[in-house]
């Protein structure tokens, strides 16, 4: 672990995640609708490609093939039982590919189902199954957890509590994912910028984030702007983090189709790094060559 301090590296300077990890895996024969975190146990190869891919493009950090990794999303491919094991597998794949220089986030996604009153999930429960998805994380060996592409406060409280609980403490970074409409950005579930990151703040993060959403370039630097203004008057001392699809997707033949370059998102990581947030990845439509414009652009 010696010089590998993931809490003070990202008070820093540009730290640089990857991008999309799914459209990687397709380009590689995994088949839509199959399980894509069973693949760090199946082909641990495939995604050790991928990770070397995003280090080799300039990535600081890479995020763990774990997105679906808790026991709701699992069970959808009858791999509930296999949480620890997919976790460890994940995390240890993604050390060997950073070793002792880079950095590895530990990959949290949402349950896909809603907590109760709206749906049938128990809080207790929630926190239990992200408890086993953080274990398993931390015992592969990563530096960090991200947790990603929530829409639901409940929920995402409850995994930066687990995160906490029982990451060793190991730094946190959270995120939601935004859609712009008449009432500004909002999630899924209707909540904004203020809101979540007021929330998250308060739960206790070291770092709050958007990724995914429908936004257009533009849109995410607006959002960027809206992220650092809340996370200024929140009062406490958190870093912001940008994760931004390739621009708005298009649908052909009922798959989302991603066309920004990695030119043109490399100059909106630009903006969104003079708006004031220098840890920056992609999300859905980006790719090595997308993370490569943008080392290639604002790394001095
Ligand atoms: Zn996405």
Known sequence: MAGRDLRARIQKDLFLLDGAMGTQLFARGAEPGQCNDWLNVKSPDIVMEIHRAYFDAGSDAVLTNTFGANRYALTRHGYAGKVSEINRAGAQVAREAAGDRCYVLGDIGPTGDFLEPLGTLRADQV?????????????????????????????????????????????????????????GFRTMMGVDVPTAVAKMVAVGVDAVGFNCGTASLDEYVELSEAYV????????????????????????????????????????????????????GGCCGTGPEHIQAVAEALKT
């Open 127 to 183: 926190r239990d199954a992200y408890g086993e998805q953080v274990r398993g994380l931390r015992e592969g060996g990563i530096d960090g957890f991200i947790i990603e592409t929530m829409t639901a406060l409940d929920e995402l409280s409850l995994a930066i509590e687990a995160a906490r609980s029982a990451g060793g403490g190991l730094p946190v970074l959270a995120s939601m994912s935004f859609d712009k409409g008449s009432a």
């Open 229 to 280: 203004a809340a996370a200024r008057s929140s009062g406490r001392k958190v870093q912001v983090f940008a994760e931004p699809n390739a621009g708005k997707p298009e649908l052909v033949d009922g798959r989302a189709v991603y066309r920004v370059s990695p030119t043109e998102f490399a100059a909106a990581c630009g903006r969104i790094l003079k708006a004031g947030i220098h840890i920056l």
